[in-house]
């Protein structure tokens, strides 16, 4: 069976290089980093009195890892905003917390070397856990400043209308 039925001469899988972040419609600035997408599911072991001596396996509870988002340092403050919606240093007693819209959906995309969307992922109910506004500073370091957020989620699913496209050779335009 052919990996890629659309283009089926097409052997190499997808690179993890170009993807978008989407958020309340609009694309996200910047994001360099995207954590792997990653759920498991527990075990749930059992055995009556009268098996033999093996235990019976069925899919218990299923939890969905955290994924971080990283970005360079800009004057765009979306990370820093949704952060303080979870947590507000010095916002007042009774507004600490922004318990209406602290959450949102996520899609997160990924694209050929062609620049044509692949695939997407939807990602629900995310919410900043952890934000780091700086990294560490050095002044000997030849490094870009990285600021990240761990967004904790409660599940996601592959966006299936997105249908693999017709790739265009280097002298075709795309369809």
Request: aromatic share 12%; glycine share 6%; hydrophobic share 30%.
């Amino acid at each position: 069976m052919a990996q890629f039925s659309v283009n089926p001469l097409r052997f190499d899988p997808y690179k993890s290089f170009k993807f978008r972040v989407k958020w309340e419609g609009r694309y996200v600035a910047g994001v360099s980093k995207v954590g792997a997408l990653k759920r498991t599911t527990d075990p749930v072991t059992y055995r009556e009195g009268g098996d033999p001596s093996s235990d019976r396996k069925s899919p218990g509870r299923t939890k969905y890892d955290a994924i971080t988002l990283e970005r360079g340092i800009t004057h765009d403050t979306e990370f820093e905003k949704w952060a303080n919606k979870v947590w507000n240093y010095g916002s007042g007693l009774g507004s600490e917390v922004s318990l209406k819209d602290f959450r949102k959906d996520i899609i997160i995309e990924v694209y050929n070397e062609a620049g044509q969307k692949v695939l997407a992922y939807k990602v629900f109910r995310c919410w900043v856990s952890e934000y780091q506004a700086l990294p560490a500073l050095d002044a000997s370091a030849n490094a870009v400043a990285i600021e990240t957020i761990k967004l904790e989620n409660e599940g996601w699913e592959r966006d299936y209308e997105v249908k693999e496209p017709t790739e265009p050779s280097y002298n075709e335009p795309p369809t």
